[in-house]
């Protein structure tokens, strides 16, 4: 089977290597960037299976990136998962209509986490 790809994207490095040692243990191949900017590019380069995003990032948020991946065709096939410490409504709304697959509010449950990335992958296979 084939691994399936991850990149994590988040400015706050205790949460980035917390998501990638998670990921990887859960056996995903993992990359990680730490900017909107940086995401959207290792997107294009890499077409990850799902992005784990965060909202607010330096550079472009991760609504930006969200935005400009869904405007691109032929990364349809990529999930996006977004991470906020905003749980409000209107960020979670704002997040489903640009086209986020999935939304989950920092502090995270790891195994909530986990269980979310494993349904979001499943319904791409």
């Known amino acids: 089977m084939n691994q399936k790809k991850i990149l994590i994207a988040d400015d706050e490095p205790n949460i980035l290597i917390s998501l990638e040692f998670l990921m990887k243990r859960e056996g995903y191949a993992v990359a990680v960037v730490r900017d909107g900017t940086a995401a959207l590019a290792a997107i294009r380069e890499q077409r990850p299976d799902l992005v784990l995003l965060d909202v ?41 209509a640009l086209g986020a697959d999935a939304y989950v509010t920092k502090p995270f449950a790891t195994r909530e986490l986990a269980e979310t990335v494993r349904r979001l992958l499943a319904d791409a296979a």
Do not use: F, H, W, Y
């Open 56 to 96: 607010m990032m330096p550079g472009m948020s991760g609504l930006d990136v969200c935005q400009a991946v869904r405007a691109d065709e032929s990364l349809a096939g990529v999930k996006i998962l977004m991470l906020s410490a905003k749980g409000r409504d209107t960020d979670v709304a704002k997040g489903s």
